[in-house]
T-cell receptor
Framework: AQSVSQHNHHVILSEAASLELGCNYS??????LFWYVQYPGQHLQLLLK??????LVKGIKGFEAEFIKSKFSFNLRKPSVQWSDTAEYFC?????????????FGTGTRLKVLA | SQTIHQWPATLVQPVGSPLSLECTVE??????LYWYRQAAGRGLQLLFY??????ISSEVPQNLSASRPQDRQFILSSKKLLLSDSGFYLC?????????????FGPGTRLTVL
């Protein structure tokens, strides 16, 4: 069965610090990978996605993620966080050609950025 | 453009009462539809998904059921609520069968069972 692990449940950073949130998945086939963000009081929204091609993908608000197939990882990064990045971040996986259209989510990482 | 609606936004129900949460999508056809429950520290738990009218896949055996009476309508129900059904319920849609794309989420329903 597919699963997604997010190693950091709570992260506290000061503004301008660099961010890296870990995401590992388990599935032997081809996957689509996503990072979603939920700002306080707002809907879940897509931050970035990877389907194929360049394993380094760039998303909104200066975020990027790198797909490392050999490590089954899709870590999220931002070189310099802002107070407005305070939110909960979810990694998700969708297995291509699995015969289902399920998306499996990690447990989320709550990021707090101190001004 | 596509939009997704959920109602009600909040709901307080007594134990043993029935439940009906509704989700509708506008601006797309044949979407895949999903119900999730979001709990603090546990992420999003997929409850049901549907690839077409009347087609429901259940992911977690529990006290809830789902139905899709129309192409863009997805309903989450229960005949008798339990305390453990309290939570934040999210509806989502994605592009139709045969394509893979991101999901779009509704605003959610906060359910409290007393």
């Amino acid at each position: 069965a597919q699963s997604v692990s997010q190693h950091n449940h709570h992260v506290i950073l000061s503004e301008a610090a660099s961010l890296e949130l870990g995401c590992n998945y388990s599935y032997g086939g081809t996957v689509n990978l996503f990072w979603y963000v939920q700002y306080p009081g707002q809907h879940l929204q897509l931050l970035l996605k990877y389907f194929s091609g360049d394993p380094l993908v760039k998303g909104i608000k200066g975020f990027e993620a790198e797909f490392i197939k050999s490590k089954f990882s899709f870590n999220l990064r931002k070189p310099s966080v802002q107070w407005s990045d305070t939110a909960e971040y979810f990694c998700a996986v969708n297995a291509q050609n699995s015969g289902t259209y399920k998306y499996i989510f990690g447990t989320g990482t709550r990021l707090k950025v101190l001004a | 453009s596509q939009t997704i609606h959920q109602w009600p936004a909040t709901l307080v129900q007594p134990v043993g009462s029935p439940l009906s949460l509704e989700c509708t999508v506008e601006g797309t056809s044949n979407p895949n539809l999903y119900w999730y429950r979001q709990a603090a520290g546990r992420g999003l738990q997929l409850l049901f998904y549907s690839v077409g009218i009347g087609q429901i896949s259940s992911e977690v055996p529990q006290n809830l059921s789902a139905s899709r009476p129309q192409d863009r309508q997805f309903i989450l129900s229960s005949k008798k609520l339990l305390l453990s059904d309290s939570g934040f319920y999210l509806c989502a849609w994605s592009a139709p069968r045969g394509s893979y794309n991101e999901q779009f989420f509704g605003p959610g329903t906060r359910l409290t069972v007393l």
